[in-house]
């Protein structure tokens, strides 16, 4: 969405649970995807590309603390 509230369309369009559990300083989206009993961890460019996968959190219940070192931009 622009920063006048404007322009807003979702990031994430599955069917289930998805939420944003935190941003990162570079603008990156750290989201949790509850669809199953395992939740799983992904972070989002801010238009929602870039999809990366983070299984070293998967079926961890939020909240959790992540450090974005060494994970793929």
């Known amino acids: 969405m622009n920063r006048d509230g404007t322009n807003q369309r979702p990031l994430i369009t599955g069917a289930g649970s998805q939420s944003a559990e935190?941003?990162?300083?570079?603008g990156r989206i750290l989201i949790a995807d509850?669809?199953?009993?395992?939740?799983a961890w992904y972070l989002l460019k801010p238009d929602?590309?870039?999809i990366v996968s983070l299984p070293q959190l998967h079926g961890i219940d939020g909240p959790v603390d992540f450090s974005p070192a060494n994970t793929p931009r």
Do not use: I, K
Request: proline share 14%; hydrophobic share 15%.
């Open 22 to 26: 935190g941003w990162l300083p570079d």
């Open 48 to 50: 929602g590309s870039g």
């Open 34 to 39: 509850n669809t199953t009993d395992s939740p």
